[in-house]
Structure formats: structure tokens, C-alpha cells
């Protein structure tokens, strides 16, 4: 089975702080994900990575960055948490082009 | 741009009360459509992709079907474990996001006993 694994389920970080979110996955695929899920507003796409150190701004990219020095582990980072950012962020993996296996999400609350 | 539709936002069954779930969608060259379902607090879980308009898939009480403009989430006889969140996304051939997908918002199914 794929697994994905998130480094926290729930998070609770201060306004300003630096927060780093770190995801897993075991299955060799090249291509790596990181959503936020919000209420009434879906899933949408951060950014997304096709190979180490390799990355691309999906919709939404504005206030996070990411980096990828491995090929299993993508890590999300907040530069400088704000209350907007408060959300689920769920990190996807895929195999080329084939359907993306998710994380358990983490739920960050900025405060 | 691509967009995805999902309805109706939510519904609620009876046990056994068969229904079906919408997913429209505009997309400029199709590579693929995918259902997930998504318990509270939880990630997606992939259930089925579908290529091409007449393209069906089952798996337990689940069947999704495909046209050249929306997809269905057949659900027969279904059961209390089958409330969830039932998530639709596309990947277009022109997406600047590569493989990644676009999704829609989501159908919330509740079935009570």
C-alpha cells in the first residue's frame, strides 16, 4: 500500500513564527503535492514538485515555500505564520500521471 | 480554465436508498478524471479514475460513470459507512499545474440507519 505520512496532525503556532510542515511518502513517486483545504473553498493547490529540488507554484503560493531535497519528503514552509493561513494542508503524491495518493492532512491553527 | 462542479452540496439517505452524485466539469482535453472519498479530518482516498466518455468503474456499492461533460457516483443499497465526503477532480491537457488536479467542492452523503 502507498503511504503518505505528515509529520503532525495538529499544529498550533503564534502569528510570525516559522512553520514548517513535512511530508513522506514511501512509494518512489517523482511527483509531490501540498494542498490546503478550506470550508466552502475545496482543495487548492499550493505547490507542487516534479523531482529533487525541483518545484512550481500551483494557484495559491503567496506566503509559503517549499523545498524538496530528497525524493520522498516535500516539506511546506511558513515564512511568517498568519492568521489566514489557518487551514488542513494535505500533501499528495502520484506516479506520472496517475491518480495522487493523499496524507492524513494537518490541521494548523495559527493564532 | 478548468472547472469542476459537484452536486448537490449534501444528501441524505435512508440505508438501502439507492442515489447518484454529479460531478460537471469544462476542461480543455480531458487526461483524467478521479473520485475520492474523505472521512471528517481525514486526507482524500482515491476510488476510481476514469480516460474517456462510456468509461465506467465499481468497486462494493460504488460505480462511477463518465461523458464528455460530467461524471456520476452511482451509490446502490447504500450503508451508514458509506457517509462521507465524495470529492471529484479533473486534470486537464493544458493545466499549467502539470499533473496536478483541479477539484471540485464536494458532495457530503449522510446515510442514517
Known amino acids: 500500500d502507498v503511504k503518505v505520512t505528515q509529520s503532525s496532525r495538529y499544529l498550533v503556532k503564534r502569528t510570525g513564527e516559522k512553520v514548517f510542515l513535512e511530508c513522506v511518502q514511501d512509494?518512489?513517486?517523482?511527483?509531490m503535492f501540498w494542498y490546503r483545504q478550506d470550508p466552502g473553498l475545496g482543495l487548492r493547490l499550493i505547490y507542487f514538485?516534479?523531482?529533487?529540488?525541483?518545484?512550481e507554484k500551483g494557484d495559491i503560493p503567496e506566503g509559503y515555500s517549499v523545498s524538496r531535497e530528497k525524493k520522498e519528503r516535500f516539506s511546506l514552509i511558513l515564512e511568517s505564520a498568519s492568521t489566514n493561513q489557518t487551514s488542513m494542508y494535505l500533501c499528495a503524491s502520484s506516479f506520472g500521471a496517475l491518480e495522487q495518493y493523499f496524507g492524513p492532512g494537518t490541521r494548523l491553527t495559527v493564532t | 480554465e478548468d472547472q469542476v462542479t459537484q452536486s448537490p452540496e449534501a444528501l441524505r439517505l435512508q440505508e438501502g436508498e439507492s442515489s447518484s452524485l454529479n460531478c460537471s466539469y469544462t476542461v480543455s482535453g480531458l487526461r483524467g478524471l478521479f473520485w475520492y472519498r474523505q472521512d471528517p479530518g481525514k486526507g482524500p482516498e482515491f476510488l476510481f479514475t476514469?480516460?474517456?466518455a462510456g468509461e465506467e468503474k465499481e468497486k462494493e456499492r460504488l460505480k462511477a460513470t463518465l461523458t464528455k461533460k460530467e461524471s456520476f457516483l452511482h451509490i446502490t443499497a447504500p450503508k451508514p459507512e458509506d457517509s462521507a465526503t465524495y470529492l471529484c477532480a479533473v486534470r486537464g491537457g493544458d493545466s499549467n499545474s502539470g499533473y496536478a488536479l483541479n477539484f471540485g467542492k464536494g458532495t457530503s452523503l449522510l446515510v442514517t440507519p
Open positions: 514538485s516534479y523531482d529533487v529540488k525541483m518545484k
Open positions: 512509494m518512489d513517486h517523482e511527483n
Open positions: 476514469l480516460y474517456s
